[in-house]
């Protein structure tokens, strides 16, 4: 957890916080005092990332390399959808892209088990992961043998961006129809119409129902609701995976996810999460569950109208007695196959970025820190969003994060989308996916 009474080293108005995400492009930091400049061949690392929405914060958190080391960090942003191909065909024609990959917490799986990412813990001698580093269930450590995320594994990576779902809602309507913050999901939906019925917003919920393909989209949406009624995709059997997606508790998460995104618009399958921050940036919507990095924009006044009005917590609990957000982090790590001083330079890059300092100011600029000691009082406008993340970061379970992760998500996405659109029947359409997921545990060794 991020401790609140800590002294920051940021000195962040609303004006340079804002600033500073407003531009993906040259974001200026000065070099921190005290650190020698590296000597050595490396000059520049390429450096793979997304469009994600904490793009701006990463970039400048980065700024401050060059001048403090001597090489220069160059940025090759892709779109999501891309991001994992690109990769993928970097390592597999063995043409040394990128220095350093950013790998989302479905794909990591699929890159330790093949060993496309070397150990940062081989790399760098006598490394150990700094306790204040948040791990969300064991995401760095790798156990090969077991073929897993584990404690006592290799470090692999390191986890830049702390993503999770925080449920965001507007105090202003809350507060003048006398509405609560809801504990649980049916009390999210009771809200939701209660607003509509009133007049004071056009949708009543809002969340990701689109698929996507490459990645996790609504099946990271649907986790939230999924593990909060005590759900999953499978359950352990020794070495073996048996799939458990058509259980009461999923059938249950998978009916109340589709009463959310009835509250929301239209034909559910086409609203991506751009769409979603969008309809509360412009006021239509009451609240929703959203990815914490995307948050940020609400609170820009440049494009949102609702800055200052939104509040920011913790998602809703399910059956179970507590909520249990999903964690969506990305790490940054180190492709096998490069020079080993490129690697080392890669690893001293990475491992620098999780410093406190470099924290600090990816915090004060939207993004979602993954040290529990960083202080987010200098935050401005978005500490309420920091804290909130923070809050949530202990109750986080792992995400989809198999080593057959590819190949579940092209089952899992489109038939989540068409249950939350109303175009499948929820029992028969769990049936189905119980079946095909199966298969891929078995065609990837684990199954009996």
């Not at 407003?22 to 469009?51: N, Q, W």
């Not at 390399?65 to 991001?83: D, H, L, N, Q, S």
């Not at 059938?251 to 769409?275: C, H, I, N, W, Y």
């Not at 992760?405 to 989540?416: D, F, G, H, W």
Request: glycine share 10%; charged share 20%.
């Amino acid at each position: 957890m991020i401790r609140r009474n800590e002294t920051s080293c940021l000195s962040l108005t609303r004006r340079q916080v804002l600033k500073g995400m407003a531009a993906a492009g040259a974001v200026g930091v000065s070099g921190f005092p005290g650190r020698s400049v590296a000597s050595g061949p490396v000059k520049e690392l390429i450096v793979l990332t997304g469009t994600t929405p904490w793009l701006p914060a990463y970039q400048r958190a980065a700024a401050a390399y060059e001048a403090e080391r001597g090489v220069k960090i160059t940025f090759r942003p892709f779109p999501y959808g891309g991001m994992r191909t690109q990769m993928t065909n970097a390592i597999q024609s063995k043409n040394a892209a990128f220095d350093i990959f950013q790998l989302d917490e479905p794909w990591t799986g699929q890159f330790y088990d093949n060993g496309w990412v070397k150990p940062i813990d081989e790399i760098l001698e006598g490394f150990k992961l700094d306790p204040n580093i948040l791990t969300y269930d064991n995401l760095p450590l790798w156990d090969r043998q077991q073929r897993r995320s584990a404690s006592g594994g290799r470090v692999m990576g390191l986890p830049m961006n702390g993503n999770v779902d925080l449920f965001v809602y507007r105090k202003d309507i809350y507060e003048k129809l006398g509405l609560k913050v809801p504990r649980s999901w049916d009390e999210a939906i009771e809200n939701g119409k209660k607003a509509v019925e009133a007049g004071e917003v056009r949708y009543g919920y809002v969340t990701r129902g689109q698929p996507t393909t490459g990645g996790q989209s609504v099946s990271y949406e649907f986790m939230h609701v999924l593990y909060a009624f005590g759900g999953d995709w499978f359950k352990a059997d020794g070495a073996s995976l048996v799939p458990t997606i058509n259980s009461d508790a999923a059938k249950a998460a998978a009916t109340t996810f589709r009463r959310l995104l009835e509250l929301g618009p239209s034909r559910s399958q086409t609203v991506g999460q751009a769409d979603c921050i969008a309809l509360m940036q412009s006021g239509q919507a009451l609240q929703g569950h959203f990815v914490a990095a995307g948050m940020p924009q609400l609170e820009d006044e440049a494009r949102s109208s609702v800055v200052g009005k939104c509040g920011y917590t913790v998602v809703p609990a399910g059956s179970l007695d507590n909520p249990v957000p999903a964690s969506g982090v990305w790490s940054l790590c180190v492709p096998a196959g490069q020079a080993p001083e490129r690697q080392r330079a890669a690893a001293e890059f990475i491992a620098w970025m999780l410093e406190k300092k470099q924290q600090e100011v990816f915090a004060g600029s939207g993004g979602i820190p993954t040290r529990r000691d960083v202080d987010v009082s200098g935050a401005g406008p978005l500490r309420p969003i920091m804290e909130a993340a923070r809050d949530s970061a202990p109750l986080a379970r792992g995400s989809i994060r198999y080593v057959f992760s590819a190949q579940m998500l092209e089952a899992v996405e489109p038939v989540l989308g068409q249950i939350g659109s109303g175009d499948l029947e929820v029992a028969a359409a769990l049936d189905e996916l119980q079946g095909k997921l199966a298969e891929i545990a078995k065609s990837s060794g684990f199954a009996k």
